[in-house]
């Protein structure tokens, strides 16, 4: 049964479907929260909560005619969304957060062809996309063989979903071919030889649902219509910085969880008329309703300025300091809740501390300090008075 996603008069995105009332798409995402302790280990991954995302119709709900359409101006509402499923369960929210960029990078650069092809992937097939750029030193490279025919040498580390990924995206340097550059690619993995994956590599603190192996794709064969965009379209802006507050949403929803798992355990514990409980959840609550703030204004500035044709550079600003601030946010909301729980709630089976190491991990994204800098430079490079910058 597919749900769509009315917006509430104050901005925040919840979810109600055709025929389900709003206490049922709640059970949807308990029902995701309470399977997150059974995949909590290496070598497992949440596919019944796939399951359920793909029966409810958030698999495709970024897609042409969909309440979220990434044609149109929807940045908040998808935000609130993918903060959601990050608060039932954060390694779904980050393997949900590879499918919906990787189908908005479809939406900037396919043909009409392609998406026609790679949605009904996902509305007919309920495949699962993601995107995969990171690598080592032996990263992937594409080989022009002739005849629109390519050959993949290389491998590909963090992939997260690795093998249960049925479509992913796969970036590599294009050798050979009339133009070069950095080249997009998505793989028909029933199409292709086995891709062999290193899980030995994937020994993580938190996050160990996600599945994010090592991949090798050496000797996979791929044609012209399995290249997405032109070589270099990966790296444009402010696609790709801007992306950053997607993953910034799933990591407040783990700050969310934590929240709601310390005022459960404190009620249980009778401790709910403590003071200082009082004072450590009253400032956690300013904290997290800080980072609401921050997601909302991001995804309606995105929104205003990406439809109006804003310079690039300040779309990837702003995004810089959302995720630095949803960062610093997460920082101050944990140790906040540690003090709150004590040792006894950082003993399993609670979740609290599975929730707890998930966003550890998930916070240690690439290049914070970069971000920072580049904030930096772009305030001090704009002459515009502070109350005129962002408008």
Known sequence: ME??????????????????????????????????????????????????????????VTLPGKQTDCQLPENDHILQLLKRVGAANLSVGRVYEGHINALNLIHLYATSEQKKSWYGDVNQQKKLFSVWNTQANDGVKLFSIGNGRYRMEGAKTFCSGAGWIKRPLVTGQLIGASKQGWQMCIIPT??????????????????????????????????ETDLLGQPDDYYKQPYFSGGAVRFAAVQLGGAEALFDETRTFLASMGRTDDVLQRTRLAEMAWLIESGNQWINAAGAKMDTWLTSGSDADKIVTYANMTRTAIEEICLRVMPLAERSVGARGLMRPLPFERIHRD??????????????????????????GANELWY
């Open 190 to 223: 029933e199409r292709v030889q086995a891709i062999p994956q290193d899980d030995s590599f994937w020994q993580p603190l938190g996050m160990r649902a996600s599945a994010s192996y090592k991949m090798d794709f050496t000797g996979i064969e791929l044609d």
């Open 3 to 60: 749900i769509q996603i009315p917006i509430l008069a104050d901005g925040a995105a919840t979810m109600s479907s055709l025929g389900m009332d709003k206490d049922s798409i709640k059970e949807l995402l308990k029902q995701i929260a309470d399977a997150a302790a059974r995949t909590d280990k290496e070598k497992m991954f949440p596919e019944d909560a796939f399951e359920w995302l793909a029966e409810a119709g958030l698999l495709s």
């Open 359 to 384: 966003l550890t991990f998930y916070l240690r994204q690439p290049a914070p300090d970069a971000t920072i800098v580049d904030v930096g430079r772009y305030v001090l490079d704009n002459q515009k």
